[in-house]
């Protein structure tokens, strides 16, 4: 479930950050893909982090 906001957030923040930066679609295409990489990461990582201290 964290996988799946942290993405959906990446993409919302990478496209925000690449349009306010004044970038074409190909940029905001980039950065949303970029992001929502990053932020699935860190989603993956809670989720790990999480299963392990609660299931321990």
Known sequence: MF???GVV???L???WTAKRRG???ADIAQYAA???IFFGLI???VTLI???LLLG
Do not use: C, N, S
């Open 3 to 5: 996988v799946i906001a």
């Open 9 to 11: 957030l990446g993409v």
């Open 13 to 15: 923040y990478g496209g």
């Open 23 to 25: 970038g074409k679609r």
């Open 34 to 36: 970029v992001y929502a």
């Open 43 to 45: 989603g993956l990582f």
């Open 50 to 52: 999480l299963d392990r």
